[in-house]
């Protein structure tokens, strides 16, 4: 039997008591919107420091490699903080955040993309700690922020300048880089050539800046790492046509943007043939639209043609190979858009959109033109000597299989991406874990002249540098506790140099060992990892749109 219960409204005393008393459904609802906004950060905090966890055994030169795979199935082994989050699953939102804070320091530093998602994990960790000790995050947010300020002007007193005719202390900072890559073997004959592509690009006493695009980084499969090259010209990864040309000497360039091959209508349509005259009339037509473009083209006085991929038609074909065979004319087809303004510049050729264009002046020049072999079956183009003023080379990278061919390629590109650092800030600094643990001992010293909840919060940040160091040592299974406490002790006493040395291990001065890092990378990844924790700790709430 259903019984029904009536529901009496209250009196407006009753009401008013009810309200001034605050009541049991009114504790629990205030209690509650205030456990969300906390409950929001953990979970941020937790999501984020996951992703940090996950690429934290990859730090330094004893660092483990992720092998990833694909949708389709490729495999990448590498260990680059940048390039293993780039190709992570990544949902949650505030974890994006640390991708994207990778993403930031490769752009800003090109190095120490691991370095800056660890360290803000360990800033996030500190800063979950002082949130359930019930400090409120704005103050948490602001005290970081003196000790990111406090943190820059402690690095700056503690570099070391450079100069940009110092070629051996360049070599060493970026032997330092690639030391923690898959071909760190190779890092004696790298680490010179990225110095020498960057060198070859820049007027060292006037440079604030470098622009890698100047430098085309080519991987091709063949040969061994140790075949790795620098190319003062162009290296162009497809091969040449069947022309029974290999070999230009003082060659003129033609880079071309139209195709070699019959037109076709704006629409799809279809011309039916009825007779053998009517198709007889077609390819002789074909033939000579062919032959006229080809006589045009070496009438400029072209004798090396460059033709620009078209996904619409052929760029070249059998009829148009045949001529340009007969005219002794090297060809190499299917050049990609993104090479256009490269291959241009560096040869002073400009690109002709139509035959009607194809002028001796519009050509490039340069001293030699060849198809060479690099092991494996595979060929390349190479163009050296070209006679323009452009500073802009290439980099033949070659690995025994595509794996490390790729490997090889984002090392040297990290590698030009150090020196490209010093070259707008021209200081160094050591590495090992030196500077962090300096920083370390000199914000503990600055937390303790000041006084409340910054000075704890200040502390908090402090601590939390020596996550680099303790990774490191863990890293090259050495125990990370009594390491990073002896470093501790080494740096009180006054070393400031003194760094891990995971070969050795143990700690010695880092710089006598030769390894250094600019400025900026630390300074980059100091920054990045506390806007970033600044940012994360700011939100409150996760608000889904339809």
Same mark, same amino acid.
Do not use: W
């Given at each position: 039997?259903?019984?029904?219960?009536?529901?009496?409204?209250?009196?407006?005393?009753?009401?008013?008591?009810?309200?001034?008393?605050?009541?049991?459904?009114?504790?629990?609802?205030?209690?509650?919107?205030?456990?969300?906004?906390?409950?929001?950060?953990?979970?941020?905090?937790?999501?984020?420091?996951?992703?940090?966890?996950?690429?934290?055994?990859?730090?330094?030169?004893?660092?483990?490699?992720?092998?990833?795979?694909?949708?389709?199935?490729?495999?990448?082994?590498?260990?680059?903080?940048?390039?293993?989050?780039?190709?992570?699953?990544?949902?949650?939102?505030?974890?994006?955040?640390?991708?994207?804070?990778?993403?930031?320091?490769?752009?800003?530093?090109?190095?120490?993309?691991?370095?800056?998602?660890?360290? =803000?994990?360990?800033?996030?960790?500190?800063?979950?700690?002082?949130?359930?000790?019930?400090?409120?995050?704005?103050?948490?947010?602001?005290?970081?922020?003196?000790?990111?300020?406090?943190?820059?002007?402690?690095?700056?007193?503690?570099?070391?300048?450079?100069?940009?005719?110092?070629?051996?202390?360049?070599?060493?900072?970026?032997?330092?880089?690639?030391?923690?890559?898959?071909?760190?073997?190779?890092?004696?004959?790298?680490?010179?050539?990225?110095?020498?592509?960057?060198? +070859?690009?820049?007027?060292?006493?006037?440079?604030?800046?470098? +622009?890698?695009?100047?430098?085309?980084?080519?991987?091709?499969?063949?040969?061994?790492?140790?075949?790795?090259?620098?190319?003062?010209?162009?290296?162009?990864?497809?091969?040449?046509?069947?022309?029974?040309?290999?070999?230009?000497?003082?060659?003129?360039?033609?880079?071309?943007?139209? =195709?070699?091959?019959?037109?076709?209508?704006?629409?799809?349509?279809?011309?039916?043939?009825?007779?053998?005259?009517?198709?007889?009339?077609?390819?002789?037509?074909?033939?000579?639209?062919?032959?006229?473009?080809?006589?045009?083209?070496?009438?400029?006085?072209?004798?090396?043609?460059?033709?620009?991929?078209?996904?619409?038609?052929?760029?070249? +074909?059998?009829?148009?190979?045949?001529?340009?065979?007969?005219?002794k004319v090297l060809v190499v087809k299917d050049i990609e858009r993104d090479e256009i303004d490269f291959v241009s510049r560096t040869l002073g050729c400009r690109p002709v959109a139509t035959a009607d264009h194809m002028l001796p002046e519009h050509l490039g020049q340069a001293d030699l033109v060849e198809e060479i072999h690099i092991g494996g079956g595979n060929k390349v183009v190479s163009i050296t000597g070209c006679q323009t003023n452009a500073k802009t080379c290439s980099i033949l990278v070659q690995g025994s299989n595509k794996l490390l061919a790729e490997e090889a390629e984002r090392s040297i590109h990290d590698a030009l991406c150090v020196i490209r650092c010093l070259v707008k800030n021209k200081n160094m600094i050591a590495g090992g874990g030196a500077p962090e643990v300096e920083l370390s001992i000199k914000l503990a010293q600055y937390a303790a002249t000041l006084s409340g909840v910054e000075s704890h919060c200040i502390k908090a940040f402090a601590d939390a540098l020596e996550i680099i160091p303790f990774t490191l040592a863990e890293n090259a299974g050495?125990?990370?506790?009594?390491?990073?406490?002896?470093?501790?002790?080494?740096?009180?006493?006054?070393?400031?140099?003194?760094?891990?040395?995971?070969?050795? =291990?143990?700690?010695? +001065?880092?710089?006598?060992?030769?390894?250094?890092?600019?400025?900026?990378?630390?300074?980059?990844?100091?920054?990045?990892?506390?806007?970033?924790?600044?940012?994360?700790?700011?939100?409150?709430?996760?608000?889904?749109?339809?």
């Amino acid at each position: 039997m259903a019984t029904k219960t009536a529901t009496a409204k209250p009196s407006a005393p009753a009401a008013a008591k009810v309200a001034m008393s605050g009541g049991k459904s009114g504790k629990k609802k205030q209690f509650r919107d205030k456990e969300k906004p906390t409950d929001i950060r953990l979970s941020n905090i937790e999501a984020a420091k996951a992703v940090a966890d996950a690429i934290r055994t990859s730090l330094g030169p004893k660092g483990m490699d992720k092998m990833i795979q694909g949708k389709t199935g490729d495999v990448t082994i590498t260990n680059d903080g940048a390039t293993i989050l780039k190709e992570m699953q990544v949902f949650h939102p505030a974890a994006r955040m640390l991708v994207e804070l990778s993403k930031a320091q490769d752009i800003e530093a090109g190095d120490g993309t691991t370095s800056v998602v660890v360290l =803000c994990g360990a800033l996030l960790d500190a800063a979950r700690k002082l949130l359930q000790r019930g400090i409120h995050p704005t103050t948490i947010s602001e005290a970081f922020q003196v000790a990111q300020n406090k943190a820059v002007e402690v690095l700056t007193g503690i570099a070391q300048p450079i100069k940009l005719s110092d070629t051996e202390s360049l070599v060493k900072m970026a032997s330092t880089s690639l030391n923690s890559k898959v071909v760190s073997q190779y890092s004696s004959l790298l680490a010179p050539l990225s110095v020498e592509a960057i060198m +070859n690009i820049i007027d060292p006493a006037t440079a604030t800046n470098v +622009n890698l695009k100047d430098i085309r980084v080519v991987a091709k499969v063949g040969g061994t790492v140790e075949d790795t090259r620098l190319v003062k010209g162009i290296v162009l990864t497809q091969k040449a046509q069947a022309t029974g040309v290999h070999r230009v000497e003082r060659a003129k360039v033609a880079l071309i943007q139209f =195709c070699l091959s019959p037109p076709k209508t704006d629409m799809d349509n279809q011309v039916v043939i009825s007779d053998y005259t009517q198709m007889d009339r077609i390819l002789r037509e074909e033939r000579a639209y062919i032959l006229d473009l080809c006589k045009k083209i070496k009438k400029s006085g072209a004798n090396v043609l460059l033709i620009q991929k078209s996904i619409l038609r052929d760029a070249l +074909n059998d009829m148009a190979l045949h001529f340009l065979t007969k005219m002794k004319v090297l060809v190499v087809k299917d050049i990609e858009r993104d090479e256009i303004d490269f291959v241009s510049r560096t040869l002073g050729c400009r690109p002709v959109a139509t035959a009607d264009h194809m002028l001796p002046e519009h050509l490039g020049q340069a001293d030699l033109v060849e198809e060479i072999h690099i092991g494996g079956g595979n060929k390349v183009v190479s163009i050296t000597g070209c006679q323009t003023n452009a500073k802009t080379c290439s980099i033949l990278v070659q690995g025994s299989n595509k794996l490390l061919a790729e490997e090889a390629e984002r090392s040297i590109h990290d590698a030009l991406c150090v020196i490209r650092c010093l070259v707008k800030n021209k200081n160094m600094i050591a590495g090992g874990g030196a500077p962090e643990v300096e920083l370390s001992i000199k914000l503990a010293q600055y937390a303790a002249t000041l006084s409340g909840v910054e000075s704890h919060c200040i502390k908090a940040f402090a601590d939390a540098l020596e996550i680099i160091p303790f990774t490191l040592a863990e890293n090259a299974g050495l125990p990370p506790i009594n390491i990073v406490t002896e470093l501790r002790n080494r740096h009180a006493e006054g070393e400031a140099m003194a760094g891990i040395n995971v070969k050795k =291990c143990c700690i010695t +001065n880092i710089t006598e060992e030769n390894v250094l890092q600019p400025l900026l990378v630390s300074i980059s990844a100091i920054t990045l990892a506390s806007e970033t924790v600044r940012s994360i700790l700011k939100i409150d709430d996760i608000v889904n749109t339809r």
